[in-house]
């Protein structure tokens, strides 16, 4: 057959899988079925290739060319246009054909001639009858209607990120944008954005059905549920009780749904007919190894055809589209809107750089919709350095899976790094210091004022360490099993149910994970993030730091926490590992077999196995292996390999199928041969038969069953090693560098605030006019102040200002581990603006005031002529405790209840007669100024 015959031949089978019925000109037979696609169709312009039917009305054509010409199909375009044009034999009708294709065997374009501005695209399979019915039964197409018809977004309930977010998403679906980029700090609402955008597209769009794509189940849940709590804002019902959103457990989408919720997991699995490992819907694809890895194509499948979606919304689209999954995405016809708080310049090149929105994480603090956050680091001596275990010590060894024990000495010296810690080797010492440091900070430099320990995040490096992590914590601070609880997919308890206890309830106020929650998951009472665990994904770690920086209301803090006497301000990043410092990249490789065990890798290997997939996988567990052996198992596997190190063995295998590799050593065959060749010349046999040679002799080694069975044999030796004799101790506790530049700088935000607004807030003309205006300040200026310097973007509350001062003048500022009151913004202005004086003390203002009080009633008795009487000194306390938080006293006051239950004004008129007014004015000045 000639290229053309095989291209018609593959075309008229992708038109049969849609529902068409395929005819030549002298078979014509437009009752055989709603869709006939006819063969030859003449015209005034010449038989067109193909002309579409639907209910024996001509719609469409499609201008055929071989596969050779797929890569130039946009040049027949014009060739397409004439035939919709031209006058079909027979056709009453003279309109233009509104649907144009043009095909190979391998590719197809689409055009719809009724758009505005039509424009051709890429799609993957045909279009089934009934779609191109339903098309020509509707007034205006899609892509019209996104131009047209939208009206005006009502920004009601949205923020300003939000109104940017949509707004900028529909003016790039009216421009007929096929990918576009969200990208919203975390916490500032990005699915309620994303609802309310699919909101629009159905109601005012006229979409079809709108996939919304996740990466594990987790996610699908909550996203579910924030459909079900959306409430549009121009109708009283909820999105569901307006449309039928399905979220997606089985191979079947129902025909009702406008919504579709679904992993990308199991519509890989629907559309490659590779069934799903339930347990894989659990797991991110993209940061933490799976479970699962399918390597079947994607096929058109008729139940599930391209047209099924008019849009895909690709939540956390940063991690989870490339490589494998991406099939999914080139399945489907539809625009494609991801969702991201930490886009990489791969997401940038896959949305075709059309960020449509941008709202950073420094925005939203700077907003109020996030908190920042200071980094805590803690450092000993094991993490950073390692130890050693003599020989003939008697120590724990103990199963990584079943955590069994037995108690033997150990055969050898054995040393370990800080990298191998709880992995090959567990020092419950160094994991006791941490949480110990940890302890002691939050309680008595992080958060001294509460009462209850915040709610906690740890992120552990494995299973078994989570585990080793709980029950030290558990006996730190001497708390039960409620205290502190494991949230991982492996968890005994509902992992979904503890989650929800850990966000809702009191307990557990620790909750340690390995990837469960590390990115996605809202927990906004978070106040404590702390890292067992080093990160090497840039934007993995951004997600596993999000955890922290939902902002959360000072009422719903406090359900959670009770001493909590504010919102949430800010959260704190317990470094315990080095992760702040630590090198990232910029994304994580992908492990294309994951789910396939080493030995069985090898085995296909040496069976003949050498397709890409096989051969990346088994390098890059060759390569983390060797990381993880120990000298004696890398000599072992090197003396069986022959002498090449097991490293080794991993990179010949990647070497082995670069491309570039591949075309010098065909060049250099062809050129053995006597035949010149260019890279571009080289035909595609001679490039296989490079690649085979090339693999093939990577993959030798591997034909020897010794080998095989050694690095087997080296990858189950998993028994790690409890070492309970070197113990360890902290070298380093304290904030990092750049939470103390951070102090610093809300320190020069807080002294310029002063400075530039002296003139028009009444507490701080106070303070700056001279001499001092004593009796001028009250409560409700200094309220008005604080509420000024607490909203976004200072967000300068009187806690987080002492803080401040505590890490960059310690040794000035006294009373740091106390309850703020709102008053103490006094002394944070005074020492501030150096009105007592260089070396002057950061005190707590009631204890300012304790010690003027003192001073002024020594000076009273010395210079009066009697002194104050023991019941006049009890109601001069309670007058100074009450200016010690009002900041003032007067007549009034004497109706609040401390001041009232002793009798109130009438008897502390009684008490002192005519000289009350005189002592109050006087107190005033005297312990306030």
């Given at each position: 057959?000639?290229?053309?015959?095989?291209?018609?031949?593959?075309?008229?089978?992708?038109?049969?899988?849609?529902?068409?019925?395929?005819?030549?000109?002298?078979?014509?037979n437009?009752?055989?079925?709603?869709g006939?696609?006819?063969?030859?169709?003449?015209?005034?312009?010449?038989?067109?290739?193909y002309?579409?039917?639907?209910?024996?009305v001509?719609?469409?054509?499609?201008?055929?060319?071989?596969?050779?010409a797929?890569?130039n199909?946009?040049?027949?375009?014009?060739?397409?246009?004439?035939?919709?044009?031209?006058?079909?034999?027979?056709?009453?009708?003279?309109?233009?054909?509104?649907?144009?294709?043009?095909?190979?065997?391998?590719?197809?374009?689409?055009?719809?001639?009724?758009?505005?501005?039509?424009?051709?695209?890429?799609?993957?399979h045909?279009?089934?009858?009934?779609?191109?019915?339903?098309?020509?039964?509707?007034?205006?197409?899609?892509?019209?209607?996104?131009?047209?018809?939208?009206?005006?977004?009502l920004?009601?309930?949205?923020?300003?990120?939000q109104?940017?977010?949509?707004?900028g998403?529909?003016?790039?679906?009216?421009?007929?944008?096929?990918?576009?980029l969200?990208?919203?700090?975390?916490?500032?609402?990005?699915?309620?954005?994303?609802?309310?955008?699919?909101?629009?597209?159905?109601?005012?769009?006229?979409?079809?059905?709108?996939?919304?794509?996740?990466?594990t189940r987790?996610?699908?849940?909550?996203a579910?549920?924030?459909?079900?709590?959306?409430?549009?804002p121009?109708?009283?019902?909820?999105?569901?009780e307006?449309?039928?959103v399905?979220?997606?457990?089985?191979?079947?989408?129902?025909?009702?749904a406008?919504?579709?919720i679904?992993?990308?997991?199991?519509?890989?699995?629907?559309?490659?007919?590779?069934?799903?490992?339930?347990?894989?819907?659990?797991v991110?694809?993209?940061?933490?190894?799976?479970?699962?890895?399918?390597n079947?194509?994607?096929?058109y499948?008729?139940?599930?055809?391209?047209?099924?979606?008019?849009?895909?919304?690709?939540?956390?689209?940063?991690?989870?589209?490339?490589?494998?999954?991406?099939q999914?995405?080139?399945?489907?016809?539809?625009?494609?809107?991801?969702?991201?708080?930490?886009?990489?310049k791969?997401?940038?090149?896959?949305?075709?750089?059309?960020?449509?929105?941008e709202?950073?994480?420094?925005?939203?603090?700077?907003?109020?919709?996030?908190?920042?956050?200071?980094?805590y680091?803690?450092?000993?001596?094991?993490?950073?350095?390692?130890?050693?275990?003599?020989?003939?010590?008697?120590?724990?060894?103990?199963?990584?899976?079943?955590?069994?024990?037995?108690?033997?000495?150990?055969?050898?010296?054995?040393?370990?790094?800080?990298?191998?810690?709880?992995?090959?080797?567990?020092?419950?010492?160094?994991?006791r210091?941490?949480?110990?440091?940890?302890?002691?900070?939050?309680?008595?430099?992080?958060?001294?004022t509460?009462?209850e320990?915040?709610?906690?995040?740890?992120?552990?490096?494995?299973?078994?360490?989570?585990?080793?992590?709980i029950?030290?914590?558990?006996?730190?601070?001497?708390?039960?099993?409620?205290?502190?609880?494991?949230?991982?997919?492996?968890?005994?308890?509902?992992?979904?149910?503890?989650?929800?206890?850990?966000?809702?309830?009191?307990?557990?106020r620790?909750a340690?994970?390995?990837?469960?929650i590390a990115?996605?998951?809202?927990?906004?009472?978070?106040?404590?993030l702390?890292?067992?665990?080093?990160?090497?994904?840039?934007g993995?770690?951004?997600?596993?730091?999000?955890?922290?920086?939902?902002?959360?209301?000072a009422?719903?803090?406090?359900?959670?926490s009770?001493?909590?006497?504010?919102?949430?301000?800010?959260?704190?990043?317990?470094?315990?590992?080095?992760?702040e410092?630590?090198?990232?990249?910029?994304?994580?490789?992908?492990?294309?077999?994951?789910g396939v065990?080493?030995?069985?890798?090898?085995?296909?290997?040496?069976?003949?196995?050498?397709?890409?997939?096989?051969?990346?996988?088994?390098?890059?567990?060759?390569?983390?292996?060797?990381?993880?052996?120990?000298?004696?198992?890398?000599?072992?596997?090197?003396?069986?390999?022959?002498?090449?190190?097991?490293?080794?063995?991993?990179k010949?295998?990647?070497?082995a199928?670069?491309?570039?590799?591949?075309?010098?050593?065909?060049?250099?065959?062809?050129?053995?041969?006597?035949?010149?060749?260019?890279e571009?010349?080289l035909?595609?046999?001679?490039?296989?038969?490079?690649?085979?040679?090339?693999?093939a002799?990577?993959?030798?080694?591997?034909?020897?069953p010794a080998?095989?069975d050694?690095?087997?044999?080296?990858?189950?030796?998993?028994?790690?090693?409890?070492?309970h004799?070197?113990?360890?101790?902290?070298?380093?506790?304290?904030?990092?560098?750049?939470?103390?530049?951070?102090?610093?700088?809300?320190?020069?935000?807080?002294?310029?605030?002063?400075?530039?607004?002296?003139d028009?807030?009444?507490?701080?003309?106070?303070?700056?006019?001279?001499?001092?205006?004593?009796?001028?300040?009250?409560?409700?200026?200094?309220?008005?102040?604080?509420?000024?310097?607490?909203?976004?973007?200072?967000?300068?509350?009187?806690?987080?200002?002492?803080?401040?001062?505590?890490?960059?003048?310690?040794?000035?500022?006294k009373?740091?581990?106390?309850?703020?009151?709102?008053?103490?913004?006094?002394?944070l202005?005074?020492?501030?603006?150096?009105?007592?004086?260089?070396g002057?003390?950061?005190?707590?203002?009631?204890?300012?005031?304790?010690?003027?009080?003192?001073?002024?009633?020594?000076?009273?008795?010395a210079?009066?002529?009697?002194?104050?009487?023991?019941e006049?000194?009890d109601w001069?306390?309670?007058?100074?405790?009450?200016?010690?938080?009002?900041?003032?006293?007067?007549?009034?006051?004497?109706?609040?209840?401390?001041?009232a239950?002793?009798?109130?004004?009438?008897?502390?008129w009684?008490?002192f007669?005519?000289?009350?007014?005189?002592?109050?004015?006087?107190?005033?000045r005297?312990?306030?100024?």
């Open positions: 057959m000639t290229p053309e015959t095989k291209a018609r031949q593959r075309i008229d089978d992708k038109l049969e899988q849609a529902g068409w019925v395929v005819q030549d000109m002298r078979q014509l437009l009752a055989a079925s709603q006939v696609a006819v063969r030859e169709h003449p015209t005034d312009t010449g038989p067109a290739d002309v579409l039917f639907v209910d024996r001509a719609c469409g054509v499609i201008e055929a060319k071989k596969d050779t797929g890569a199909l946009t040049v027949a375009e014009a060739q397409t246009a004439r035939y919709a044009t031209a006058v079909l034999k027979w056709r009453k009708d003279t309109a233009p054909l509104p649907f144009l294709f043009e095909a190979t065997g391998e590719i197809i374009r689409f055009t719809d001639g009724r758009d505005p501005a039509p424009r051709s695209r890429e799609i993957f045909f279009f089934k009858p009934d779609t191109l019915a339903d098309w020509l039964a509707q007034p205006t197409t899609l892509r019209r209607r996104l131009a047209e018809h939208m009206p005006a977004l920004e009601r309930n949205l923020r300003n990120c109104v940017s977010a949509v707004t998403l529909e003016k790039s679906l009216a421009l007929n944008k096929p990918r576009a969200v990208h919203m700090a975390t916490g500032a609402g990005k699915t309620f954005t994303a609802i309310t955008a699919i909101y629009r597209l159905l109601k005012y769009g006229g979409a079809k059905r709108i996939l919304f794509l996740v990466d987790n996610l699908g849940k909550q579910h549920q924030e459909f079900m709590a959306y409430t549009p121009d109708d009283g019902r909820t999105f569901t307006l449309y039928n399905q979220r997606l457990s089985s191979p079947t989408i129902d025909q009702g406008k919504v579709c679904s992993t990308i997991q199991r519509m890989y699995s629907i559309l490659s007919g590779e069934p799903i490992d339930e347990s894989a819907e659990d991110s694809l993209a940061e933490v190894r799976q479970t699962a890895q399918q079947k194509v994607v096929r499948n008729p139940a599930v055809p391209v047209e099924s979606f008019d849009f895909i919304v690709i939540d956390e689209c940063h991690r989870s589209i490339y490589n494998t999954w991406k999914v995405l080139d399945y489907f016809d539809a625009s494609l809107i991801g969702l991201t708080a930490t886009p990489d791969r997401t940038f090149g896959f949305f075709n750089e059309n960020i449509v929105a709202y950073t994480y420094e925005q939203s603090v700077a907003d109020g919709v996030n908190v920042g956050y200071d980094v680091e803690i450092a000993t001596e094991i993490t950073q350095k390692g130890a050693e275990l003599k020989a003939r010590e008697w120590v724990d060894h103990r199963d990584r899976q079943t955590r069994k024990k037995r108690w033997s000495e150990t055969e050898e010296d054995t040393a370990y790094t800080g990298r191998e810690l709880d992995r090959s080797v567990v020092n419950v010492s160094q994991i210091q941490v949480i110990q440091a940890m302890k002691t900070a939050v309680e008595t430099q992080i958060f001294p509460r009462q320990t915040p709610k906690t995040l740890i992120f552990a490096k494995t299973d078994s360490h989570a585990d080793d992590i029950q030290i914590v558990r006996e730190v601070y001497g708390q039960g099993n409620a205290f502190c609880k494991k949230v991982t997919y492996r968890a005994e308890e509902d992992a979904d149910s503890i989650l929800s206890s850990f966000r809702n309830d009191y307990h557990p620790i340690v994970t390995v990837d469960m990115t996605g998951t809202d927990v906004k009472p978070l106040e404590v702390l890292f067992m665990r080093d990160v090497r994904s840039k993995y770690y951004e997600q596993m730091k999000g955890r922290g920086v939902r902002s959360l209301d009422d719903s803090l406090k359900r959670v009770n001493s909590a006497d504010s919102a949430k301000t800010r959260f704190v990043l317990i470094d315990a590992v080095g992760v410092k630590s090198l990232k990249t910029e994304s994580r490789p992908l492990e294309k077999k994951p065990p080493l030995k069985d890798l090898l085995q296909g290997v040496a069976m003949g196995h050498r397709d890409d997939d096989t051969v990346l996988s088994l390098a890059n567990r060759l390569v983390r292996l060797a990381k993880q052996l120990d000298d004696k198992a890398q000599t072992r596997i090197e003396k069986a390999s022959g002498g090449v190190p097991v490293a080794e063995l991993g010949a295998l990647i070497v199928i670069d491309p570039d590799a591949v075309v010098q050593t065909a060049l250099a065959t062809a050129k053995a041969q006597g035949i010149t060749r260019s571009d010349s035909l595609p046999e001679e490039l296989e038969a490079a690649r085979a040679q090339r693999v002799t990577a993959c030798a080694p591997f034909d020897q080998l095989r050694e690095i087997e044999n080296a990858r189950r030796e998993r028994e790690q090693i409890i070492d004799i070197n113990l360890d101790q902290i070298t380093f506790s304290g904030f990092s560098e750049q939470a103390e530049a951070q102090a610093k700088s809300v320190i020069q935000t807080f002294a310029d605030y002063l400075r530039q607004h002296k028009e807030i009444a507490a701080l003309g106070f303070f700056y006019q001279q001499p001092y205006q004593r009796r001028a300040l009250n409560f409700d200026m200094i309220e008005d102040l604080h509420e000024r310097l607490a909203r976004p973007p200072l967000m300068l509350t009187t806690e987080r200002l002492w803080s401040a001062y505590a890490r960059v003048q310690a040794h000035q500022v009373g740091a581990d106390r309850k703020r009151q709102l008053t103490d913004l006094v002394s202005v005074r020492f501030t603006l150096g009105l007592d004086g260089a002057a003390e950061l005190r707590p203002f009631a204890d300012e005031v304790d010690k003027r009080f003192q001073a002024w009633i020594f000076r009273h008795n210079q009066a002529p009697t002194a104050f009487t023991p006049q000194m001069l306390r309670l007058m100074k405790d009450h200016i010690a938080s009002s900041c003032s006293i007067s007549r009034e006051d004497f109706d609040y209840a401390e001041l239950n002793k009798g109130g004004l009438q008897r502390v009684q008490v007669s005519n000289e009350l007014d005189g002592l109050m004015d006087e107190m005033n005297e312990l306030v100024a």
